[in-house]
């Protein structure tokens, strides 16, 4: 009797469960509605993918770039969150989003490609919320050191020469209060004292730490890039030599001529994991899971992941990936992805509790005027 | 009859009433307004509880008061070197040539306004980059390099220049319409050239150098644009700061805040310019 009235609430929660869900979800994937509002990183939706999508679907895509989850966090609440049907968000700002009622839950069912992904990244705690999903892992990779080899003939093993005097006037780093980060993960290696276990988890006396660091550095900084494409006209024009920057920069570089190298130091770097997002207002519903599952195909994981220099979350990607570019897979981890995914110190959105049960870390407002003060 | 004009004037007057009442004043208002409300920063979403707090922080931390200073200083120095860039210029235009010739330069100093304001920046940065032109010219005539893209001496001659026709249409006007015979008198009446400049071409001067300069200050003042192109790593105006609270924080009621802080820094300098004669007469 009592094994029957624990099997009686089991199936009870699970239709209960399953029917809140049901509301939610939609059960199939119907007609494209003509038109995908998207907002993504830059690079991030390029002809050579959009262009096909649009012609299989016939849903016009229209793009808006942004150069960091603050702006595409800003972007995604305009106007209420009407304005857009898929964000490609990092998680750093996902959290937000799904917090701020930004993005609706997605059907796995929907998605074929969802079997396929990287175990680590089917459901990580940036877009899924309590056993719910609220997106769909993408590609993700490290924040690189890039060096311009004619005037750093050796190359840089430390982030250490992004605070360096020598380079004064010659260095740029991200306009992102998350590039504080970048600074506490240095510092947790240069003054192991500090007791810097997390770069995302920081007190105020850890804070300081980084602020004083970082204000440091902009008597160096020739100039806080805010766009992917401003840190590419520094370099080309030679106003900065060495830098914070993606793989994306430095690939972009090196097809114009601009002899750069870039590497992870031997600190470690920071990274991004990136997902696609259904706004929870979206217009074209049906467009937007067309979408997800156009890019989550092998074929489109691989231009991605060369184009920008990054690593596919599908793990079928890799032999597209060779059969594109011999020796990519390798290039890029996309082989032995779990051990090179367990390196990277993922952009997460700071809050005030420190993961040990303590509530004495500083929130992402916090992170925001810090970043203020030390552009001031 | 008199009833019924009356009714037409005024409805006249209706549709740009309306306007100014309704975008205008009402933007302003809900601007005034937001700057005491509060921003949840994990939602994002505005809390709409009465709080001084935004001010607080705008007038303690000292971050906000070195960008106000950064801001108004250049504005000022920018104000200050396109009136004497100007004055050359506007005194040949105004009283030295013919009409022909007149027509001609005046066309020349309005013509870089028919292209847009973000290419003519962009231009700049081909001009003032380390691979630049000035760097390239410098190094054929066999002199050192300059280093000044992405600086606030970057920012300044920028503006400067870009701003330049806007002081010197209204010096224009000032200086045309002083009588000759006031230059004559004064003459007659053995003052030297450097005597009437200073006692009689200047003070009729001032109140176009004023209006000139309610341009160059007021919109140096609350341009970001220029900063983020061209200037450097310190080089945040308030507009930065309210641009990156709104597009990238998404704290407006912070933002309108401190753009109130322009608001008054304006007002006051337009009182300042009225009793300089700026509108008069125009």
Not at chain 1, 54 to 70: A, F, I, L, N, W
Not at chain 1, 168 to 189: E, F, K, R, W
Not at chain 1, 314 to 342: I, L, R, V, W
Not at chain 2, 82 to 98: C, E, F, H, N, T
């Amino acid at each position: 009797m009592k094994a029957f009235t624990a099997f009686l609430l089991a199936t009870g929660c699970s239709v209960v469960s399953l029917a809140a869900q049901a509301a939610d979800l939609p059960g199939a994937i119907g007609k494209g509605e003509g038109d995908l509002n998207v907002v993504a990183w830059e690079g991030y939706a390029d002809d050579v993918w959009v262009k096909p999508f649009e012609q299989s679907t016939g849903c016009k895509v229209h793009r808006k770039y942004v150069g960091s989850s603050d702006e595409m966090v800003a972007l995604t609440r305009m106007g209420g969150g009407k304005g857009f049907d898929v964000v490609s968000a990092s998680g750093d700002a996902a959290l937000r989003l799904i917090f701020g009622h930004n993005v609706q839950p997605v059907n796995m069912s929907l998605i074929p490609a969802y079997a396929d992904l990287m175990p680590e990244l089917k459901e990580p705690g940036f877009n899924t919320v309590k056993g719910v999903h609220y997106g769909v892992s993408y590609e993700w990779g490290p924040n690189v050191l890039m060096w311009n080899t004619k005037f750093l003939t050796q190359a840089p093993k430390s982030w250490a020469v992004i605070y360096d005097k020598t380079y004064a006037g010659m260095i740029t780093v991200p306009d992102n209060p998350i590039q504080i980060a970048d600074a506490a993960l240095y510092l947790s290696h240069a003054k192991p004292e500090l007791g810097i276990i997390d770069p995302y988890e920081l007190t105020q006396a850890q804070m300081d730490a980084a602020v004083a660091l970082l204000k440091e550095q902009h008597s160096l900084v020739r100039k806080y890039w805010a766009l992917a494409s401003d840190e590419i006209d520094l370099f080309k024009s030679g106003d900065a030599h060495v830098g914070a920057a993606w793989p994306y920069q430095a690939n972009t570089l090196r097809a114009a001529g601009v002899p750069v190298q870039d590497s992870v130091p031997d600190e470690g770097a920071t990274g991004w994991a990136d997902s696609w997002m259904i706004s929870a207002h979206a217009e074209h519903p049906n467009c937007a899971y067309l979408w997800i599952n156009h890019v989550l195909t092998p074929k489109v994981q691989a231009q991605q992941a060369l184009s920008f220099g990054e690593t596919p979350a599908n793990t079928k990607a890799c032999a597209e990936m060779d059969a594109q570019q011999a020796g990519s897979c390798k290039q890029y981890h996309a082989d032995a992805s779990s051990d090179y995914f367990a390196s990277i110190h993922f952009w997460k959105t700071p809050v005030k509790d420190c993961g040990n049960g303590k509530k004495e870390c500083l929130d992402y407002g916090a992170w925001q005027r810090a970043w203020q003060q030390v552009k001031q | 009859m008199g009833l019924r004009r009356y009714a037409g004037n005024l409805a006249l007057l209706v549709p740009p009433f309306g306007w100014l009442t309704v975008f205008y004043l009402g933007s302003l208002f809900i601007l005034l307004l937001s700057a005491f409300w509060q921003v949840d920063s994990m939602t994002g979403e505005i809390v709409h509880d009465w709080t001084l707090d935004n001010f607080r922080v705008l007038f303690s931390d000292v971050t906000y008061r070195i960008v106000a200073q950064r801001t108004i200083g250049i504005a000022v120095l920018v104000t200050l070197t396109d009136i004497v860039l100007a004055w050359p210029l506007a005194w040949v235009i105004a009283r030295k040539v013919g009409p022909r010739l007149k027509l001609l330069l005046l066309v020349l100093v309005a013509l870089p306004l028919w292209s847009s304001m973000l290419a003519r920046i962009y231009a700049w940065r081909l001009i003032l980059g380390h691979d630049g032109v000035l760097n390239w010219f410098l190094h054929e005539a066999g002199l050192p390099g300059q280093s000044i893209a992405f600086t606030n001496v970057a920012l300044w001659l920028v503006f400067s220049y870009l701003w330049l026709p806007f002081m010197v249409m209204p010096l224009i006007a000032a200086l045309e319409r002083i009588p000759a015979s006031l230059l004559d008198a004064a003459g007659d009446m053995g003052a030297t050239p450097s005597q009437v400049l200073r006692t009689v071409i200047l003070p009729l001067a001032v109140p176009g150098m004023a209006a000139g300069s309610i341009f160059t200050f007021a919109v140096t003042l609350g341009d970001y644009v220029t900063p983020m192109l061209v200037g450097g790593a310190g080089s945040d105006f308030v507009g930065n700061v309210v641009y990156s609270n709104v597009g990238v924080s998404g704290n407006v009621p912070f933002a309108a805040a401190f753009s109130l802080l322009l608001l008054v820094v304006v007002a006051g300098y337009m009182l300042v310019a009225r009793r300089f004669g700026a509108f008069d007469g125009t």
